[in-house]
Nanobody, 127 residues
Framework: QVQLVESGGGLVQAGGSLRLSCTAS????????MGWFRQAPGKEREFVAA????????YYADSVKGRFTSSRDNAKNTVYLQMNRLKPEDTAVYYC????????????????????WGQGTQVTVSS
């Protein structure tokens, strides 16, 4: 059974930083592209970032480009989302997701492409 567990959320002031972690079990982590999504109250879940299974390719939503960085440690079955220069509009529940990938550089931006999801971690940015 695949499990994804996010951690690292919390309350931070605008301009601050947080690092989210997502640890996976029950899958061959190095065969999965990983993604980060977020959902604010009353809004649809939206794509934030994606990383290929090799870690060599990343892709970001325009709203976070230049501020957020995703990385992964396949030896630890963990993917990270470093979030810098946080803004109040970044406030949301953040979810990690896993997608089986057959390409070393493959990544996905659509929710439908992901097979497994974590339970989410709350990020609140105060102004």
């Amino acid at each position: 059974q695949v499990q994804l567990v996010e951690s690292g959320g919390g309350l931070v002031q605008a301009g601050g930083s947080l690092r989210l972690s997502c640890t996976a079990s029950g899958l061959t982590f190095s065969s999965y592209a990983m993604g980060w999504f977020r959902q604010a109250p009353g809004k649809e879940r939206e794509f934030v970032a994606a990383i290929s299974w090799s870690g060599g390719t990343t892709y970001y939503a325009d709203s976070v480009k230049g501020r957020f960085t995703s990385s992964r440690d396949n030896a630890k079955n963990t993917v990270y989302l470093q979030m810098n220069r946080l803004k109040p509009e970044d406030t949301a529940v953040y979810y990690c997701a896993a997608a089986r990938s057959y390409s070393v550089s493959g990544y996905y931006t659509r929710r439908v492409d992901y097979d497994s999801w974590g339970q989410g971690t709350q990020v609140t940015v105060s102004s």
